[in-house]
């Protein structure tokens, strides 16, 4: 095959469209649970019980990321694919609440691999310079996904049901998986890379980063300050994410009184801000550096001022205006993308690249462990408490989190 320039790119972008199917089959319950509720006669604590099961399986990321490291990334993320993609398209054909949490149990397992893959990809593909930008690059079809979901699932329910969602979700999986085994391999044997952009790449890493070869060492890793350095703040942001895919449209619906159209027309917009914050992130820590800010230091910056803009959530139950409330979910879903991008980068710029994914799992299954607290907490409390609480709670966690990143995180040479 003739040699192309920046296959690199052509790779990430591949890679942000299997993230936007990813977030795609998460999404779609969350948008479809007022409809699929009232038919099914699914109470909000039955609801918590089936977004959990999601977050439990999805805590399994440690041992994704690990087989990853081990297996690669081609054939490794190709089964994970697969299995997210049949496991969505079972959910158009069970009922009863107690089907849907066994199969969002079963999807959490295997969707939680995408974001070690994501990150071991960024590990090998790019020199340290463009991390935080092919990081960005690829969260972005994370917030394309959830962007997607509610007007896919209007359609659904206006033309078919509901189910159709899923059916359509699952299948775009499966026609991704094409072009990914076509296209993808490692930079040392990917038959269209040109050996400039090959040295290019190579050149630009860490030496200490790639020295490292065999099995990750988990003991080793959970006793190093970095990984709770980076683990801790995703256990405390998450949990913003995790409102704004899987509880929103019910707040909209509940409390805002939205029907399925303005849903359609409104639900979108906080995860289109999302995108911008994924740019936004890569954009801070580029700024700093070129004034000579260090990496690590260029990244809490960035942590750091999403979680000042994230204080808006706090606003979000207080407000009369419904379009106010979406106009301060929107800042939320910018700041959360802001701040998640840069800490997830942090996994390639503190690990080597053999222990890259299961770093990023076990900061993932943090993360997803957070929002597992929270949703059974909001799910159990909602109806005696409303959510203004929660909005509260949500626009304060990132300042913790921003004070453990300064305090655990050591710069590197």
């Known amino acids: ?22 977030y795609l089959t998460r999404s779609v319950l969350g948008v ?13 604590e039955q609801y918590s019980w089936i977004t959990g099961a999601f977050q439990i399986g999805i805590m399994f990321q440690p041992v994704a990321g690990y087989l990853l490291d081990i ?48 990150m071991k990809l960024v590990s090998q593909w790019f020199p340290a310079r463009e991390r935080g930008t092919a990081g960005g690059l690829y969260q972005i079809g994370a917030s394309l996904g959830a962007v997607a979901a509610p007007p896919l699932v209007a359609w659904a329910v206006l033309n078919h049901s509901w189910r159709a969602a899923f059916f359509v979700a699952g299948g775009l999986g499966l026609f991704w998986l094409l072009l990914w085994l076509f296209w993808y391999q490692s930079p040392t044997r990917h038959r269209a890379i040109s050996g400039q952009e090959r040295d290019m790449i190579a050149d630009g890493q860490e030496t200490r980063l790639t020295r490292s070869f065999g ?27 995790g409102m704004l895919s899987l509880w929103m449209p ?15 027309l409104f639900a979108w917009l906080p995860f289109l801000a999302a995108d911008l914050g994924c740019l936004a992130g890569p954009a801070v820590v580029a700024w700093l550096q070129r004034r000579g800010v260090h990496l690590i230091d260029a990244r809490r910056w960035a942590f750091t001022l999403g979680a000042l803009l994230m204080g808006s959530m706090m606003f979000v139950g207080m407000v009369e205006s419904a379009m106010v409330a979406i106009a301060l979910l929107c800042v939320a879903g910018f700041a959360h993308q802001t701040l998640s991008v840069t800490i997830i980068t942090m996994a390639a710029d503190l690990f080597p690249q053999n222990e890259v994914g299961t770093a990023t799992g076990i900061a993932g ?18 109806d005696q408490v409303g959510y203004g609480p929660f909005f509260i709670l949500l626009g304060l966690l990132d300042f913790v989190g921003a004070a453990i990143l300064w305090t655990l995180v050591r710069k590197t040479a």
């Open 1 to 22: 095959m003739s040699k192309f320039r920046h296959i690199r790119w052509t790779i990430i972008g591949l890679f942000a469209m299997a993230m936007t199917i990813n």
């Open 32 to 44: 479809a649970a007022p409809t699929m509720m009232a038919e099914q006669g699914i109470t909000s």
């Open 71 to 118: 297996t690669g990334i081609r054939y490794g993320f190709s089964f994970l694919v697969v299995a997210w993609s049949l496991i969505t398209m079972a959910h158009g054909l069970v009922s009863g609440w107690l089907g849907f949490m066994a199969l969002r149990g079963a999807l959490g397992v295997v969707e939680g691999g995408a974001q070690p893959a994501g």
């Open 215 to 241: 099995r990750p060492k988990l003991r080793s890793m959970l006793g190093r300050r970095d990984m709770w350095g980076i683990a801790l703040p995703r256990f405390l942001a998450d949990p913003v994410w």
């Open 250 to 264: 019910l707040y909209l619906v509940q409390v805002r009184h939205f029907d399925i159209q303005q849903i359609a």
């Open 365 to 382: 299954m943090a993360a997803n462990l957070g929002v597992l607290i929270f949703t059974l907490l909001l799910g159990s409390l909602v």
